[in-house]
């Protein structure tokens, strides 16, 4: 959405699938999974709609969400991060990830304020801090690792920043945040009074080649004075169209983020919020397999792109590896892709639509950055490769 002049301009994400269907292109540009998650997970919404003894599905869910699914959230915290939370005021249920990360970026981001974010980022950041009145700043992560540089962040802090968001597993870079670089993260924002939010939808697909695992930023300690966490039943079960995710927190801050939420969603879909529930007790084995599927994707589509030339950087985690594509081209990545999805049949997206304000200015590496989602059949994949093998 363009502000300024009023015109609503569709997404980077539905510009690419248009695009791709246009072309009859392999869209390994929108980052969603082409196989839904498991048949017992599906079926238990199904229950839920029309199992009378489950409970009411139809009608409004509390604002907060379903008692059953914040508790098994909290329960998963403390299982998996060792971090307490009271399910009754520390969890609250969200309709999708994003919008727990509307509501705390309204909640937090001061109007005329600066919110500082590591660049690329994922898009709705941008369009939510400008909702707030606030301006994003970036502070770019750089190849070939991606680690966050934590002094240019502290150096990026000025008098009028608001607030930190970060996101790791990082969308699209597959960065992986140390605990060391949450704690530094989080002792600046202590420093400086400023609020983060912490974008985790990836928690549950980090590989095992990574070279952190994933940690909540709320298991530093001190982190829950000035962080509330954010998380995505669609990506941790590969169920993207359900929308339930969660933000997690202090009461102090969660009632915030609260205060804005109710009047965003007010509530959503109980039925798929039973189900996440009844997955979240018991995940059958299916975290595990998952990132074992998509490690393999990964592993396969980083070799075709090596093979013609787009250097591969290396995926950690999450549904993506963005490639340099400067060996084979002197073209930027939107002209690239532009040229890709035409000449090859094969949609994916610039990492500069992933930066402020889709910078064309960019004058480093970030310019010459193309996404591809690995989330993918190993078949459409393999056509994907041998398709890029074919035309490039
Ligand atoms: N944050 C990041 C980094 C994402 O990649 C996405 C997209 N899946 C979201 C948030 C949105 O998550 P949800 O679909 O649960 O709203
Ligand atoms: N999160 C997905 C991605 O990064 C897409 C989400 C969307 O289409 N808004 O590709």
Known sequence: YDFASGRVLPTVYE?????????????????????????????????????????PTNQYAPGTGLPVLRAAVADAHRARYGVELDPVDQVMITTGATE????????????????LTFEPHYDSYGACAALAGAELIGVPLRGPDFRPDVEALEAAVTER???ILLNTPHNPTGTVF???????????????GLR????????????????????TILAVPGADEVAVAVGS??????????????????????????????????????AYQWAVAQGLRDDH???????????????????????VGLRPHRAEAGYFVVADIREITDLPGP????????????????????????????DDELQHLVRFAFCKDPATLEEAVRRLRTHL
């Not at 292109?25 to 009378?52: K, S, Y």
């Not at 140390?178 to 400086?192: C, K, T, Y």
């Not at 983060?196 to 940690?215: G, S």
């Open 178 to 192: 140390s605990a060391e670089e949450l704690r530094r993260i989080v002792d600046i924002a202590r420093r400086h």
């Open 100 to 115: 727990g990360i509307t509501a705390a970026i309204l909640a937090f981001a001061e109007p005329g304020s600066e919110v």
């Open 335 to 362: 002209a690239f892709c532009d040229l890709l999805v035409r000449r090859a049949g094969v949609a994916a997206i610039p990492v500069s639509a992933l930066t402020i304000q889709h910078r064309a200015s960019l």
């Open 161 to 163: 920043t608001s607030l």
């Open 196 to 215: 983060i939010m912490c974008d985790e939808v990836y928690e549950h697909l980090v590989f095992e080649d990574a070279a952190h695992q994933h940690q």
């Open 15 to 55: 510009r690419t699938t248009a695009a791709a269907l246009h072309h009859g292109a392999v869209n390994l540009g929108q980052g969603f999974p082409d196989r839904d998650g498991p048949r017992w997970l599906t079926d238990a919404a199904a229950e839920a709609i029309t199992d009378p003894d489950v409970g």
């Open 285 to 307: 084995g299916f975290f595990a397999a998952n990132v074992a599927e998509l490690a393999a994707g990964r592993d396969l589509l980083r070799a075709g792109l090596a093979d």
């Open 233 to 270: 039943a669609g990506k941790s079960f590969s169920v993207t169209g359900w929308k339930v995710g969660w933000v997690t927190g202090s009461a102090r801050l969660l009632n915030q983020v609260r205060g804005v939420k109710q009047f965003l969603s007010f509530s959503s879909g109980p």
